[in-house]
């Protein structure tokens, strides 16, 4: 049977998750006052327009707005404006190659700097260099050519006597220079050259001097002397500091009035929880812990509870009214005589975010102006949320995007950016809001707990003929009022499309509507699937008594780019070779995004709760890498997150109040337990997909998988060490 | 007011006795490299020298700090000039970023106690924590600085 997805190929195949094109202008001076620290010179507008993942998330497909700018000052500054946030991912960088690459400039000489956020985009779907990086070396191939232009102009000669070389562009005919600086004034009064539809020239693969190598991120140096800021560290004149408590039980709101306490600026009723004011961040903390508070709780409160949603989830999966997702071939007469069936079900837990830089946010707001500094991967919403909460023009508001102490999906959320604006009307003096690590982790935007049920049918010889997939999990989208008639792809992705010769196929979602609230946590649904296909693969292999990897390779003939990875990283993780005394590998592998990876863990273990994981070999295909070093950085820390989400990540709900209270009861990898991990890059020529999320999901069913292999129990539960703590040694 | 030598300085500070050295650090002296990660003591973000001695302070009194010499990241060297800043630069260390100030600063009080740590030194000593996944390069960057 022919499968739906890719059969590995690079020509003609387009990137699956978007569409885009792109409009080039002469910035208007409404867009030249709208940046900050621009000197004088030439201004490019970019309008990249696209319907991908993160535009549906902003509110609907076709976003169209300037959204990007490049600037050559007279100064001999070359910066570029884009609407993506830092993180740690580097899109900076990626972002500078680009431009760099078509300015004919040492990367180092451009800056990057956030823009304005009625122009950001959102932060995620590890799409911050995929989805601009062509976009970014066309403005720097424009501004290029317009210099040359003001140049041949300047000199009264041919723009093909004209080259761009290192900054400046040569006259060769009289070898004479002028440096980009002096030429910016002259080329921001020419117009926009008209370029065909495949818009300007640009540098062509076999000549990249900067992208594909592995540059220093500009981030780094002020990462290391503790100059970087970060929104919690942002100081304003005469701020004050504000802590905010929540109802410490889930959709419960303040009953009644809340008293100032002696020593506190102010107390302000935020609805779903009170913020106190004080002179420093932890009397503003001992403040709001002070205060008096009588909760009013809904009875729906009680119905977020781990014990009930575990029935629940049961219950749906036996007789849910299921959408279906994808369904291939007659799966009814693949089961009806199969030699095996193997039939697993797996589960995994809710979980938290925890971005190691609590939630923040500081306002300055006057009658006229507003000024919000946020660690936020969507300054767009930010700002929208800043005019309806204050009635201010988009004119008056300036958003001002922090570097990130980790985002991880958190940062998406306006939660702690209301607060802020609401401490702030209130108090009337600049104000940092921030919230203690015990409330960040008890009011979260939980990563979705799923229920996922796979069967296999396998003939006589062990081939795997028929493949049935239930996913029950709760729907983000749906639970932010996406209507509920329909699938959610965010649930469902990674089960889909799979490569893997299953045969026929059925795969069906049954939303769980519990009321726990949901959020995007690095991966997304892709983590929650990869876990379960992963391992039921495995499953099957050892039914049919056939080596994991081999059966993986059987069920991927012909797809020439998921084999290439795999077998990757199993000649990276010595599969072939007989593992030490003690120790088993194990191997899985997925496509997020729209790049693979595949991961092969070796571990050691007596029970679940000791597993000790020794060494991860990873692949990744990712088109082609545009630094190699962030690559390999991004696969170590997805590893490292789903590693110590899958050891020991959990939230569990008592009657809407959540378990998780700070890193005592909420366990990561330290050090001394994580693995070390090899990585090898496949630069396959595909379309440049991301690379910040698909280290995540192969992790977990890599090392269940380990684990079955080293003691014949099936880990299907996550995670796998359950009530983990952790303490100060 | 409590008198402070925080990176050779000497600071005249208005706070209670009882104030956490770290939000004596961050929002008053407006030391922001030394960061909030957990206020109890597991992750160590807000990881300081004391007398050349790694100390978490975010559960620290400020008057411990009296006649002491704290240091701070932003102590640590002029321009991360330092041999341990300028490795962890060369392996592209930091993520986000976060953690780094107490990894440094934990490495720094490493490095001077044991210069040529092992790896098995290097990891019974770093127990910070870092939600990137930043430990491999970490090591790396020790080994680095001590070989430099």
Known sequence: MKNAADTGTPSGRQSPAYSQSIEITTASELNRRQLMGLTAGLLLAFTIKDSGRAALAAGGPGVVAVNAFVGIGTDESITIYIGGGEMGQGIYSGLGQGVAEELMVDWTKVSVKPV??????????????????????????????????????????????????????????????????????????????????????????????????????????????????????????????????????????????????????????LGNAVAAVGTNTQQAFQL????????????????????????????????????????????????????KVVDATYSLPYLPHACMEVLNCTVNLTSTTCDIYAPTQAPNLVLAQAISLTGLTAANIRIYPTMMGGGLGRK?????????????????????????????????????????????????????????????????LFQRGAPGTSSDSQATEGSTDLPYGFGSRLIEYVRDPAAAPVGFWRSVGFGLNTFAVESAIDEAALAAGVDPLVYRQRLLAGNTRWLNVLNAAAALGNWSTKPPAGRARGIAI????????????????????????????????????????????????????????????????AAGVPSVRNFSNSRVLRMREAPVITVSIINSGFPITGTGEPGVPPIAPAVANAYAKLTGTRLRSLPFYPNATMSDD | MITLNVNGKTYQVNADSNTKMLWVLRDILHLTGTKYGCGIEICGACTILLDGEPV????????????????????LAPAHSSKLQQAWIAEQVPQCGYCQSGMLMKAAALLSRNPHPTDADIDSEMDNICVCGTYQRIRAAIHRAANS
């Open chain 1, 116 to 269: 304005d956020a009625s122009h950001s985009w959102l932060t995620g779907g590890s799409s911050g260099i995929s989805r601009h990086l062509i976009a970014m070396r066309q403005a720097g191939a424009v501004a290029r050519d317009m210099l040359v232009q003001a140049a041949a102009n300047t000199w009264g000669i041919s723009t093909s006597l004209c080259k761009p070389v290192n900054g400046s562009v040569v006259n060769q005919v009289s070898g004479a220079t002028l440096s980009y600086g002096k030429l910016a004034a002259a080329a921001a009064v020419l117009p926009v050259p008209a370029y065909g539809a495949s818009g300007p020239t640009l540098t062509p693969d076999s000549q990249l001097r900067i992208i594909g190598k592995a540059v220093a991120r500009p981030d780094i140096p002020s990462k290391t002397d503790g100059s970087a800021i970060y929104g919690i560290d942002v100081v304003l004149p005469n701020m004050v500091f504000a802590a905010v408590k929540h109802c410490p039980t889930l959709g419960g709101t303040v009953s009644g009035t809340i008293t100032k306490p002696s020593g506190a600026i102010a107390v302000v009723n």
């Open chain 1, 412 to 476: 998406f959320e306006l939660d702690y950016v209301t607060q802020a604006i609401k401490v702030a009307q209130a108090v009337k003096r600049p104000v940092k809001l921030t919230w203690s690590r015990e409330q960040d982790m008890g009011n979260d935007r939980y990563r979705p707990s799923a229920l996922i049920r796979i069967q296999c049918a396998l003939d006589s010889t062990g081939n795997l003929i028929g493949w049935k997939n239930r996913i029950v999990s709760p729907s983000i």
């Open chain 1, 288 to 339: 709001v812990n002070s205060v008096k508070v009588n909760w009013s709780i809904p009875a729906s409160s009680k119905l977020i509870d781990s014990s009930l949603y575990a029935t629940q989830q049961k219950s749906l999966l036996a007789n849910g009214n299921p959408f279906t997702v994808q369904e291939l071939g007659n799966v009814a007469a693949a089961f009806t005589a199969p030699k």
């Open chain 1, 590 to 653: 997925c496509q997020a995004f729209g790049t693979i990876v595949a991961q092969v863990a070796e571990i050691s273990a007596t029970s679940p709760t000791n597993i000790r994981v020794y060494k991860v070999a990873c692949a990744v295909d990712c088109g082609n890498a545009v630094n190699p070093n962030s690559v390999e950085a991004q696969m170590q820390g997805g590893i490292l997150h789903g590693l110590s989400a899958a050891m020991f990540g959990q939230v569990k709900f």
């Open chain 2, 56 to 75: 978490k302070s975010c559960d620290m009194d400020v008057t411990e700090g009296v006649g002491r010499h704290i240091t701070t990241i932003e102590g």
